[in-house]
């Protein structure tokens, strides 16, 4: 299990700090889902408290060239002096966010990203405090006459 790899987060410990990040927002179904089965999880293997913290980004809704600077800004704030164990990138572009600010805000903080697809993940340089699990999405033809 990606936890057991990270420096850290070691089993059995005190209180854990993780940050769950999503692209858009946690309560759309598929989100609200990996959401939960995250949650449940990491108290699961953790077998310790666990204090989560969740972010929706909600990129689609916002595209002004100075939004993400702004988020950036309002995270610096909202999580100073908060010292998190783990970030969690949901999908692509919650990574793609914490490569380019993660740094800044969180140093040295491990991230661990899921939802990716491989073939995205070679544009994208990450750290060696970044790991992940890259999910395959074969999009086929689709139903007959669509």
Same mark, same amino acid.
């Given at each position: 299990?990606?936890?057991?790899?990270?420096?850290?987060?070691?089993?059995?410990? $005190?209180?854990?700090?993780?940050?769950?990040?999503? /692209? *858009?927002?946690?309560?759309?179904?598929?989100?609200?889902?990996?959401?939960?089965?995250?949650?449940?999880?990491?108290?699961?293997?953790?077998?310790?408290?666990? *204090?989560?913290? %969740?972010?929706?980004?909600?990129?689609?809704?916002?595209? /002004?060239?100075?939004?993400? #600077?702004?988020?950036?800004?309002?995270?610096?704030?909202?999580?100073? =002096?908060?010292?998190?164990?783990?970030?969690?990138?949901?999908? =692509?572009? %919650?990574?793609?966010?914490?490569?380019?600010?993660?740094? $800044?805000?969180? #140093?040295?903080?491990?991230?661990?990203?899921?939802?990716?697809?491989? %073939?995205?993940?070679?544009?994208?340089?990450?750290? #060696?405090?970044?790991?992940?699990?890259?999910?395959?999405?074969?999009?086929?033809? =689709?139903?007959? =006459?669509?």
């Amino acid at each position: 299990m990606i936890l057991l790899l990270l420096p850290g987060v070691a089993l059995g410990e $005190a209180r854990k700090s993780v940050l769950l990040v999503f /692209d *858009e927002d946690k309560d759309f179904p598929g989100l609200a889902i990996i959401n939960r089965s995250l949650r449940e999880t990491f108290r699961s293997e953790l077998k310790s408290d666990v *204090e989560f913290y %969740s972010e929706s980004l909600n990129l689609s809704q916002f595209r /002004d060239p100075r939004y993400e #600077p702004a988020l950036r800004d309002a995270f610096r704030q909202k999580y100073a =002096g908060t010292r998190l164990d783990l970030i969690v990138a949901v999908m =692509g572009p %919650s990574l793609d966010f914490l490569l380019r600010y993660g740094d $800044a805000l969180f #140093p040295g903080t491990p991230i661990v990203f899921c939802g990716v697809d491989p %073939s995205d993940l070679a544009r994208r340089t990450a750290g #060696p405090h970044v790991t992940g699990v890259v999910v395959k999405r074969p999009f086929g033809a =689709g139903p007959r =006459g669509a």
